[in-house]
């Protein structure tokens, strides 16, 4: 690290170049110091106990491929993820967690979220959520797995200088050992946009009240509209089955560029033992359903569920659970949940205008 760089640097982040509004200048002074004292800093700080497996014992035995809207089988999609070394790397913003886009020397692109301080952001969520996406035959989670990739390959991937706000980043917020990044990667998925309908936000106020209107029992939807209602439809019942309590806090429901497929990103903040507030009102806001997933929630069992979290670990001999049994538990609470209110549905309006989807 060369003192002009650090200079470059905390004139980047004081022009706000960087994005990261949160961080002010002394800050970056500060960082921008500690680079320069120990370039290596993100490996040398104190780290908390975190238990990472050789990579060999990460091994995930994943699901029957369903199809999915992302354009090949799961595994071939997964399969160069963390197989070759980080050429690139960026800090998504936009979020409230530690979520980065590495580029691999094979091409392959791959969102990765470290294990990492902010409790809203547990990796193992996501590809349990990736997981029951496929198990309920949704196909829209976009494919995750374990992964680990060296500190110092990420933090080398970053253009020179914002090596040490990756750097900084990593230390302050990431939980690692012996320089080793452990967490979640998904196939990236090349272009999102933030979800319309009719040119409304869905997650605004006017396009939730739209499309509460089009999953309304009878509704008029237009036919430009149906399928996008039918994905959302299902997003929703998905949400309220892994309480999901962030979907709708802004910047979470992203689509196509073509408007035409809808994508169930962001799954991190999942899997409470509640029935959250945020994805129950949701689903209390549809009427209508698609008659398949009705069948599946319905028929969901924790065996099924148990199947799908199973991580396999060859060299341990045992098999380790994405979920806690608790967790599980209220997965399938939640579930009945589900079909009570599709039921209350169903005796109001008839299975027929219900179950339309
Ligand atoms: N698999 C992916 N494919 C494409 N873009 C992604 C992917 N994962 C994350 N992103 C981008 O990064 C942003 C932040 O990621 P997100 O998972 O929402 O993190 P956070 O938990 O911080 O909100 C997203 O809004 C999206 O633009
Ligand atoms: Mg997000």
């Known amino acids: 690290m060369r003192l002009g760089t650090a200079i470059a640097l905390e004139l980047l982040i004081a022009g706000g170049a960087i994005g990261a ?17 120990k370039p290596a800093v993100a490996a040398e700080l104190p780290l908390p106990e975190t238990e990472l497996l050789p990579k060999a014992m990460l091994h995930v ?31 998504n913003h ?27 952001s547990d990796p193992r969520k996501e590809i349990a959520a990736y997981r029951i996406d496929r198990l309920l035959g949704i196909g829209r989670v976009p494919p995750a797995t374990w992964a680990e990739v060296t500190v110092a390959s990420v933090v080398a991937g970053a253009e020179e200088q914002y ?57 008029k939807v237009p036919p430009e509209a149906r399928n996008l209602i039918t994905q959302l439809g299902a997003m929703i019942v998905f949400d309220a089955l892994v309480d999901n309590d962030d979907r709708w806090s802004g910047g979470n429901i992203l689509m196509s560029p073509d408007r035409q497929v809808l994508y169930t ?12 507030d945020r994805p129950a009102y949701a689903l209390k806001k549809c009427q209508v359903f698609s008659r398949a997933l009705v069948a599946r929630i319905r028929g969901l069992t924790l065996a099924q569920l148990e199947a799908a979290v199973r991580v ?25 949940r589900i079909v009570e209110h599709i039921d209350r549905m169903i005796a109001e309006y008839g299975e027929s205008a219900v179950l339309s989807l």
């Open 21 to 37: 509004v949160t961080f002010g200048v002394t800050r970056a002074a500060d960082l921008a110091d500690s680079y320069l004292v």
């Open 61 to 91: 035995e994943h699901p029957p491929s369903t199809p999915s809207v992302f354009g090949g089988p799961d595994l071939e999609l997964l399969a160069p993820l963390g197989a070759t070394p980080v050429v690139k790397t960026k800090i």
């Open 94 to 120: 936009g979020g409230t967690s530690l979520s980065l886009r590495l580029d691999f020397a094979s091409g392959a692109r791959a969102a990765f979220k470290p294990l990492q301080i902010y409790p809203q």
């Open 265 to 276: 990103m962001d799954n991190t903040f999942t899997f409470s033992r509640e029935w959250s």
């Open 163 to 219: 090596r040490p706000f990756v750097a900084k980043r990593l230390a302050d917020e990431a939980l690692y050992k012996q320089g080793m990044l452990r967490g979640e990667m998904s196939w990236w998925v090349p272009e999102v946009v933030p979800a319309r309908l009719n040119g409304l936000p869905l997650d605004e106020p006017e396009g939730r009240h739209l499309w509460s209107q089009y999953l309304s029992v009878n509704a």
């Open 312 to 336: 396999t670990e060859p060299r341990a001999g045992s098999p380790s659970m994405l979920l806690t049994d608790e967790e599980l538990a209220a997965v399938l609470m939640r579930r009945d």
